[in-house]
């Protein structure tokens, strides 16, 4: 379980800015990478990271 002391500390190690927690991943608030949490361990890697995939255009 992340905690919120723990999320308020976090920063992504790319874009330095804050994170919030999705479902299963911690998400960057600027880039939208996604880092992984296993056995309750954040892995704030970014080689670790997902890319979002970005805004959806419409047609």
Do not use: F, Q
């Not at 960057?28 to 959806?56: F, H, N, Q, W």
């Amino acid at each position: 379980m992340i905690t919120k002391e723990l999320l308020d500390i976090l920063a992504c190690p790319l874009c330095k800015t804050d994170v919030k927690l999705e479902g299963e991943r911690i998400v960057c608030t600027k880039c939208g990478r996604r880092y992984p949490i296993k056995d309750d361990i954040p892995v704030m890697l970014i080689d670790e990271a997902e890319l979002s995939e970005g805004p959806k255009k419409e047609n």
